[in-house]
């Protein structure tokens, strides 16, 4: 069974880092595109950031640019997102998502194949 688990959400204060983990489990995700996405109540799920399986590139949406950092460990096959400087807008639930090879509109929510059911953060002015 596929399976995307989060972890490393909670409450922190404007200005606070967090480090979200997604662990990969089920089959290899060494050649997946994987990507983080966030959903704020009666919001659309948004693109954050995303890393292709092959060299490691990246790429973050403007409004978190210079603030996380997405990166993989695929022998852990585990994303991790480094959140840094944050702010209340950054309030959200964050899900992890994975998809087998080049994803072209990795923007997309649609684009992807595996969930994880989404871990919550909460920045406090």
């Known amino acids: 069974q596929v399976q995307l688990v989060e972890s490393g959400g909670g409450l922190v204060q404007a200005g606070g880092s967090l480090r979200l983990s997604c662990a990969a489990s089920g089959r290899t995700f060494s050649t997946d595109t994987m990507a983080w996405f966030r959903q704020a109540p009666g919001k659309e799920r948004d693109f954050v950031a995303v890393i292709s399986w092959i060299i490691g590139n990246t790429y973050n949406a403007d409004s978190v640019k210079g603030r996380f950092t997405i990166s993989r460990d695929n022998a852990k096959n585990t994303l991790y997102l480094q959140m840094n400087s944050l702010k209340p807008e950054d309030t959200a639930v964050y899900y992890c998502?994975?998809?087998?090879?080049?994803?072209?509109?990795?923007?997309?929510?649609?684009?992807?194949?595996?969930w994880g059911q989404g871990t919550q953060v909460t920045v406090s002015s």
């Open positions: 998502a994975a998809r087998p090879g080049y994803v072209g509109y990795y923007y997309r929510p649609s684009s992807y194949d595996y």
